[in-house]
């Protein structure tokens, strides 16, 4: 049993079930036996996140529950993570297990006011759980707690708390290269990811998914699609994103995983929004919000919001509006309430909207929220001149296009190009010579060597050998037509 519960920490899956088997052919004690059921069912749930491991998980909490309430209460936690996952396609599954969980001890550790809280999301409602979430996010600070990241990471966008999500994702990954936690290295790396998309860092977020990619084909362990998705769809090249939009529904079907078809149709909204898309937004939207799944029901509300407006659907938008309100209220951090205003703006009185513009763009500023600043700025341009005001919504405009273009933002970088040139601006592209194009590896590698990194240290942070880093070395020397580290930072300052 041990030599298997080493395996899974280790990130080698495939090889427990092998090793569970012989444990079970001696004899073993009833917490024992259940201890093999539940990390069977682990495993299950590690490879594969869908409705398949719901019911093991449950069976081997139920199990658990009078031989040892402290390990059951983890595995009641799993089953319930497993029903979100499983969305739309889990049935009865996550009342299920709520009510079968709600009946355990609750606990003040992380675990505990997790489970607790989607407990309180599941059967009471959103404002009842909010409080219980945003604690158990503020008591990951631990490393022992960062098996949990899988759900920390939707939790914290579910009550709108990015200072948690950027604490907890870093902290991850620094965690994970350090020890060597194969089982946490790639959902560390897909999650950090996902930060810098919205921080817009997509170079930064496409090198971690690279990596991350790599070190889940060598575990076996998927990585999980959310940041791919976001990435692809914001930075708006209408087909490669269709086609990973169109494998992950695919991908949802076959694996019982319905939260991946919230997801597919959120990425389809933000897609068709930077493209000026608008009734592709709806149907998408629309078939997303259909159900309320964690922390992606948020988001799409938003890009519901913004092409109903655009579409001329008023009743629409105000609906989408009033669900969203329900929420941010209760959230009340700055990125929940800038959400909400943009909302406001988008639906209310002409009188109110410039009011509600500028503070959704006041509490993006300053934070690691600059892809929403971005939108933000976009959409009040975009206001400000069908308000006729074209000096001022250039001001709006041409900041919201200088972001986009140097995120990497392609749809969004157009519609704002169309509204500049709109207002009468000339919108002038960059006559800086040929960009300079690095894999993502080739990226990675060169921030490590600025920082100040040497090449074994690079090798052993990303599992490569020094040889093969100097390799990459040498060729981002070559692109940038350098010759030397010393010349690196001021070649990619220039770049």
Do not use: C
């Amino acid at each position: 049993m041990g030599a298997a519960r080493a395996r899974f920490d280790a990130g080698k899956f495939n090889q427990v079930p092998d090793l569970l088997a012989a444990a079970e052919l001696g004899p073993l004690e009833p917490l024992q036996r259940a201890g093999v059921e539940r990390l069977r069912a682990q495993v299950a749930f590690a490879l594969n996140p869908g409705r398949a491991a719901g019911l093991p998980l449950l069976a081997a909490a139920g199990r658990l529950r009078e031989l040892d309430r402290a390990s059951a209460r983890t595995t009641y936690l799993s089953a319930v993570g497993a029903a979100v996952h499983a969305g739309r396609l889990a049935g009865g599954d996550l009342r299920r297990a709520a009510e079968a969980a709600r009946g355990v001890p609750a606990g003040d550790d992380p675990a505990g006011l997790f489970l607790t809280g989607l407990t309180a999301w599941t059967l009471d409602g959103y404002a009842h759980a909010v409080p219980y979430l945003r604690r158990a996010l503020e008591t990951m600070t631990a490393d022992e707690n960062l098996h949990l990241l899988w759900l920390a990471g939707p939790v914290a966008h579910e009550v709108w708390d990015d200072a948690a999500w950027f604490r907890i994702t870093e902290r991850a990954v620094g965690f994970a290269r350090a020890t060597g936690a194969l089982s946490l290295l790639p959902t560390a790396l897909a999650f950090r990811s996902g930060a810098l998309v919205y921080a817009g860092r997509f170079v930064d977020a496409a090198g971690l998914l690279d990596e991350a990619d790599a070190l889940g084909q060598a575990t076996g362990m998927a990585m999980h699609p959310s940041a791919s998705l976001t990435l692809a769809a914001h930075r708006g090249r209408e087909l490669p994103a269709m086609e990973l939009i169109d494998a992950t529904v695919k991908d949802a079907d076959a694996r019982g995983e319905g939260r991946l078809l919230g997801l597919a149709g959120y990425a389809r909204a933000v897609l068709a929004n930077g493209l000026g898309q608008y009734p592709a937004v709806l149907d998408a939207a629309r078939q997303a919000t259909e159900y309320v799944d964690l922390a992606v029901f948020n988001w799409t509300l938003g890009e519901l919001i913004e092409a109903a407006v655009r579409a001329g659907e008023t009743e629409v938008a105000a609906e989408a509006r009033e669900r969203l309100a329900e929420r941010t209220g209760a959230a009340g951090t700055d990125w929940a309430l800038g959400v909400q205003a943009l909302a406001d703006a988008l639906t209310g009185t002409s009188e109110r909207a410039e009011d509600r513009y500028r503070e959704a763009v006041e509490r993006f500023t300053g934070g690691q929220l600059g892809l929403q600043l971005a939108r933000a700025r976009l959409l009040y341009g975009e206001w400000l001149r069908r308000e006729n005001r074209r000096a001022d919504a250039r001001i709006q405009l041409r900041a919201a296009h200088e972001a986009f273009a140097a995120i990497g933002a392609e749809g969004f970088a157009e519609r704002a190009s169309r509204e500049l040139l709109a207002t009468g601006e000339t919108v002038r592209k960059r006559t800086l010579g040929q960009p300079v194009e690095f894999t993502p590896q080739e990226a990675q590698i060169a921030r490590l060597a600025v920082a100040g990194q040497t090449n074994p240290e690079i090798g052993a942070a990303l599992f490569l050998s020094p040889r093969t880093v100097e390799w990459h070395l040498r060729k981002v020397f070559i692109k940038l037509g350098i010759g030397s580290r010393r010349e690196l930072a001021a070649a990619l300052r220039g770049r």
